[in-house]
């Protein structure tokens, strides 16, 4: 659903499993490479994203994180090691994101916002949390990602809470 043009030398795929008439990916696949770019990864790193309901993220939640609960966004970087993998010649894969699209419906209404932004939000709350980023770990990292949110995004006013 991506095409290189819009992606800034990375290979970003989005795939949405469910439908949703006022989503557009073009927008985030260039928001995507956007804070790739300006998270220093390396050009021609893939990232996955897949939008869906909440009971594909429940499920990956209770399977990965043991919490048997939608939440909002996910975030699943990469960890292979290539060295572990002899001869290993892919392209590096920054990590997977996926996003709760209900969910988002839920809190952008909450925030009196539209879903597009609301998306946008999360798809970059999930790359910053692959980059290393936290915001469970004390209130100066999470000052420090809101402040990288914010470069990209600008100041989006009340930020809610994420389960990820």
């Not at 699209?101 to 939000?121: C, I």
């Amino acid at each position: 659903m991506s095409s290189p043009d819009d992606a800034a030398g990375f290979d970003i795929s989005i795939e949405l499993t469910v439908a949703s008439p006022r989503l557009d990916v073009g927008p985030l696949v260039r928001l995507a490479a956007e804070v790739m770019a300006g998270e220093e990864v390396p050009p021609g790193t893939s990232l996955a994203v897949l939008v869906t309901d909440d009971d594909e993220i429940r499920a990956m939640n209770r399977q990965f994180l043991g919490i048997d609960e939608p939440t909002d966004v996910l975030a699943f970087p990469d960890e292979s090691d290539e060295e572990f993998i002899s001869g290993y010649e892919g392209p590096p894969h920054l990590g997977d994101v996926a996003i709760s699209l209900p969910t988002a419906v839920r809190q952008a209404a909450e925030a009196g916002h539209g879903l597009e932004r609301e998306v946008s939000h999360l798809l970059v709350h999930g790359i910053l949390h692959l980059r290393g980023y936290d915001h469970v770990t004390g209130p100066e990292d999470e000052a420090r990602m809101r402040t990288r949110e914010e470069r990209y995004l600008g100041d989006l006013g009340e930020l809610h809470g994420h389960g990820d």
